[in-house]
């Protein structure tokens, strides 16, 4: 993993060196410029600053406990309340699964976020374990943009249902909801655009798709998955805002998190959404997506090394 400058040490050895700067502080407390100090440490990994707060009162509570006396309790207690912090509601699925008849999965986000990317991945995830998956191209925005998700198809071997450049996206989402249900899919995968002439524009657009579905097949999509980028800090949970007022996203896809070392945005999209973190993209090929595990991810964050 290549980081620069500061960042040659991990998030666990700089957070330790403020924590223990000298023998007796664990046991002495943490004084305000400690406390200070960690916060900066953690807003500058794009905690956010809620969920860097919510850590910094809680460290600093359990050292006025005396129950963090050595650098070993102190990180188990932080990657334990970052685990907590991280993990998904207890009704949470993988994936929401239609209970009959394809499941409809709706892909939205801004424009360069790797939503066409992740798509692809989740088909190769979904077809690894045995589901029948389409495809539909409802990117009808920008040219380039059906070619990209058929290449991928072709690439994996299945369907993708597209319509014309400039036509219109909700008649492909309709057309590939009929497909599915024709064609006996376990699951669709409905790749959107990310940018049109105005934002509102795009909001409009997104509504429309997800009322057509809708109406195709009563209660679906079954899961509108927003992706976000991992290395725009605040502005994915921005972007998080913006969609939730449009399309209720079901999870999220965070990518880009191909080094754990701006992995901290996803403790503030987990924090300042209501949404949970489904996937994860850690690279550009269509193996690099995993599911989310917020234990891993908060032990990963915190790696002694
Ligand atoms: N490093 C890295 N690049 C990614 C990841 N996901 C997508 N990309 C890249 O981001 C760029 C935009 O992806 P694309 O899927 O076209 O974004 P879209 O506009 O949201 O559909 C492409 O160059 C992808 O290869 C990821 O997890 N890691
Ligand atoms: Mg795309």
Known sequence: MARLGEKKLGLWQRL??????????????LKADDLEQMERLL???????????????FLEAEVRKGTLKTDVSLRDAVV?????MLAPP?????LLRAASGPTIVLIVGVNGVGKTTSVAKLAHLLTQRGDRVLLAAADTYRAG????LETWATRLGIDCVSGTSGGDPAAVAYDAVEAGIARKMDVVLIDTAGRLHTQDGLMAELGKVVRVIDKKLPGAPHEVLLVL???????AVQQGKLFSKVVSPTGLIVTKLDGTAR?????????????PIKFVGTGEAVGDLAPFDARAWAEELFADG
């Open 80 to 84: 334990d309340r970052l685990g907590m």
């Open 43 to 57: 807003i500058e990994a794009d905690f956010g600053v809620p969920a860097t707060l919510d850590l910094v009162e």
């Open 16 to 29: 330790k060196r403020l924590a223990l700067t000298d023998v007796g502080a664990l046991a002495r407390g």
């Open 145 to 148: 943009a059906v070619a990209q």
């Open 263 to 275: 992995g901290g945005a996803v403790v503030a999209l987990r924090r300042e959404l209501e949404v």
């Open 90 to 94: 207890t009704d949470h699925a993988e």
């Open 229 to 235: 980028d991992g290395t725009v800090g605040q502005n």
